[in-house]
């Protein structure tokens, strides 16, 4: 399950699942804690609360010792990209959902479902309200790359190069998701 691809469960809806070494209570950190979450995803402050400001700042070049240039069509993300969105779910430790991307209007909704398996944890990432495929297909190359590095960071491992990886899903969910 750790390298299963995402799913549309809507048009504009697209779904991963992966099992994570517990417990519950150090998954949710790693969603939550800036520093923890800055290892797999970006730093930034939430105000863990419904209505509470989220804030991400992404280095992904910096998510491995592996470098790689970024992508020209990412040039803008390359010395980092900043994201705000707002909480609009939170119970500790089993959900958090905020918006995604308020700042440049392209506002979608991200959540997270974490669930006990015995001495593992289902973490279900669920996003939202994409405006269209092109969005599908880097939501879901972004998402896959990034959750393959908390995999990694998780299970002690040095994770590669964000955007070697997130390339290749990127052509991979080129071909999966359909064509409207």
Same mark, same amino acid.
């Given at each position: 399950?750790?390298? #299963?691809?995402?799913?549309?469960?809507? =048009?504009?809806?697209?779904?991963?699942?992966r =099992? &994570?070494?517990g417990?519950?209570?150090? %998954? /949710?950190?790693? &969603?939550?804690? #800036?520093?923890? +979450?800055?290892? /797999?995803?970006?730093t930034g402050?939430?105000?863990l609360r $419904?209505? @509470?400001? $989220?804030?991400?700042?992404?280095?992904? !070049?910096?998510?491995?010792? *592996?470098?790689?240039?970024?992508?020209? +069509?990412?040039?803008?993300?390359?010395?980092?990209? !900043?994201?705000? @969105?707002?909480?609009?779910?939170?119970?500790?430790? +089993?959900?958090?959902?905020?918006? /995604?991307g308020?700042?440049? @209007?392209?506002?979608?909704?991200?959540?997270?479902d &974490?669930t006990?398996q015995?001495?593992? $944890?289902?973490l279900?990432v669920?996003? =939202?309200?994409?405006r269209n495929?092109?969005d &599908?297909v =880097?939501?879901?190359? @972004?998402?896959?790359a990034?959750? *393959? %590095?908390l995999?990694? +960071?998780?299970?002690g491992?040095?994770?590669p190069n964000?955007?070697?990886?997130h390339?290749?899903?990127?052509?991979e969910?080129?071909?999966?998701?359909? $064509? !409207?």
């Amino acid at each position: 399950m750790n390298d #299963s691809y995402g799913t549309l469960v809507a =048009s504009d809806t697209l779904r991963l699942q992966r =099992s &994570l070494p517990g417990p519950i209570e150090r %998954i /949710w950190a790693y &969603l939550t804690e #800036s520093d923890k +979450r800055g290892q /797999w995803l970006a730093t930034g402050d939430m105000d863990l609360r $419904v209505g @509470g400001k $989220v804030g991400l700042f992404f280095r992904h !070049a910096d998510l491995s010792p *592996q470098k790689a240039p970024t992508p020209e +069509r990412y040039g803008e993300m390359e010395n980092g990209h !900043a994201m705000s @969105g707002r909480i609009t779910a939170c119970e500790p430790p +089993r959900l958090l959902s905020y918006t /995604w991307g308020e700042s440049d @209007g392209s506002e979608s909704e991200v959540r997270f479902d &974490l669930t006990e398996q015995d001495e593992h $944890v289902l973490l279900t990432v669920t996003h =939202s309200r994409l405006r269209n495929r092109d969005d &599908l297909v =880097s939501v879901a190359g @972004g998402w896959h790359a990034h959750l *393959q %590095i908390l995999v990694d +960071r998780l299970q002690g491992r040095e994770p590669p190069n964000f955007w070697v990886i997130h390339e290749g899903l990127e052509t991979e969910y080129e071909k999966r998701l359909p $064509v !409207a």
